[in-house]
């Protein structure tokens, strides 16, 4: 899980969207919690013009990823809290995620609250990095402490302990550790490892939660400065994925 910038409603959806979305939100508000009324009413809005909108800004904010667990697949405009349980935030922007259809289908309308606040880490608002660290060496899985919050995470979403995706997390784990000192071999094998390691940078890539776990690894400080002071230009792009939230 990478922590995400969702950019403002008004910075993003067309005011024509906008207003759609105020409208249908006013009718949802008449929902009574876990009604019939309030999955009709998302599949009427299925079809709109105006879910098109909000279905393609989502896949920019996210780079196409599913917001939990990161995989590419990811197309399913995903509310944070459950629209059945929560109709007031069904049409609400702020409360939109993008997700893949594994972790939209888990995550369902269960939603774990603990006197009214939230247990499910949010990538929008929590830092995932205070709750996830990856075991690298190993299993690419969570290394688990005590936290009550990951724990409720994980249990609402077993996607994030999936063993195929725990074994693509570790490969690329690997290989950005290996790339990291190749490049800065005076002859990097293979020759293109400088621009490989550019792709593996590109936030579009999945698994960017583990790189940048690595890049904020006080163990990988030293290797990671030659890096940034030998090809200046990854700078930018290292700071985007430890950063992701601040301003370029
Ligand atoms: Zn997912």
Redo the contacts with the bound molecule.
Sequence with gaps: MMPVSRPAEGETLSARTSTLLKRRQTKANSYVEGSAAIGGAWKAFGGTDAKKEVAEKLEKVFFGK?A??E?TV?RDVEHYYPKSLYPKQMFQWDNFLF??K??NTDKSNRFPVDDNVPLLLDPCNDEPADFITWDLVDSGQPILPPDRRLAETLAFLP?LRAQSLATLRLQAARNFKWLLTEVLEPTPRPSDALAWLESEVDPKQQWMSVRRQILRDPDWQPIITKVRTQYPHLGPMFDAIVDPRSDP
Excluded: E, L, T
């Design positions: 599913c939990y667990c995989i990811a997700a893949c594994n972790c996607q």
